[in-house]
C-alpha cells in the first residue's frame, strides 16, 4: 500500500461547480496533514492545514477522518484560476523534523 | 526575507555522468528536505537534513548522497546517473516553528 493516494483524476469541471478529492494515508501514527497547491511546472505550494475538526477557508474545506485514515478537500464554486494539481500531504511518523509524504497529485482543470 | 533557491534551473547530462545541485534555505530554516518529481507524479522523498546530519531517507539508492552546511544550504548529488534520474528535482525548508514546506523552484535535469 502507498504512503499516502489520492484520486488520480483529472477532474474538468465548468466554472462555479463543486468539486472533492479524496486522499488516504497508510500510517495510523500520522499528526499531520496538508493540501498544497502545484501550477503547472511550478513548485508546491501550501494550500491549507487539515485539523482534527475540520477547516474551512473561503471556498475550501479540509476535513481528517483519523478512524478511516482519510483526508479530503472541498472545492466550491470552482474559479478558473483553481486550475492546478492538489497535492495530499502526511507528515508520516508526528516527529520532528517533519517526514513529509506526498500523494501523486489530483489535477483539475476548471472550463468556462 | 530571502526564499529558497536553486540551482542550476535547468541542466542536461549523460548516463553515467555525475551532477550536484544545490539548495539555499529560507532564512531562519534549519531543515531541508529534497524530493525527486518525475513527470505527471507527486513529489517523492529522497533524503532530510538537519543540523547538518541527514535525519531522514526515502526508497532512494545510495548513489542519491547529500550535505548540508553550517548555513543550513544543501547539496544533492547523485552519481551514475540513469535515464530514470530525469526529473524535476525539488528542495524545501522549514523552521522549527512551522511544518509548513517552503519550496524552491527546483532543478530539472534530464539524462540522455
Known amino acids: 500500500r502507498k504512503e499516502v493516494e489520492q484520486d488520480p483524476g483529472p477532474f474538468n469541471v465548468p466554472e462555479g461547480a463543486t468539486v472533492a478529492f479524496n486522499c488516504t494515508y497508510s500510517n495510523s501514527a500520522s499528526q499531520s496533514f496538508f493540501w498544497y497547491r502545484q501550477d503547472c511546472r511550478k513548485e508546491p505550494k501550501l494550500l491549507m492545514s487539515?485539523?482534527?475538526s475540520g477547516n474551512e477557508d473561503g471556498r475550501f474545506t479540509a476535513q481528517l477522518n483519523r478512524a478511516s485514515q482519510y483526508i479530503s478537500l472541498l472545492i466550491r464554486d470552482s474559479k478558473l484560476s483553481d486550475s492546478a494539481t492538489y497535492l495530499c500531504v502526511v507528515n508520516m511518523y508526528g516527529r520532528w523534523p517533519p517526514d513529509m509524504r506526498f500523494g501523486a497529485g489530483t489535477r483539475l482543470t476548471v472550463k468556462p | 526575507e530571502t526564499g529558497v533557491t536553486q540551482s542550476p534551473t535547468h541542466l542536461i547530462k549523460t548516463r553515467g555522468q555525475q551532477v550536484t545541485l544545490r539548495c539555499s534555505s529560507q532564512?531562519?530554516?534549519?531543515?531541508v528536505s529534497w524530493y525527486q518529481q518525475a513527470l505527471g507524479q507527486g513529489p517523492q522523498f529522497i533524503f532530510q537534513y538537519y543540523r547538518e546530519e541527514e535525519n531522514g531517507r526515502g526508497n532512494f539508492p545510495p548513489r542519491f548522497s547529500g550535505l548540508q552546511f553550517p548555513n543550513y544550504s544543501s547539496e544533492l548529488n547523485v552519481n551514475a546517473l540513469e535515464l530514470d534520474d530525469s526529473a524535476l528535482y525539488l528542495c524545501a525548508s522549514s523552521s522549527r516553528d512551522s511544518e509548513e514546506l517552503f519550496f524552491g523552484e527546483g532543478s530539472r535535469l534530464t539524462v540522455l
Open positions: 487539515v485539523y482534527s
Open positions: 532564512s531562519g530554516h534549519n531543515t
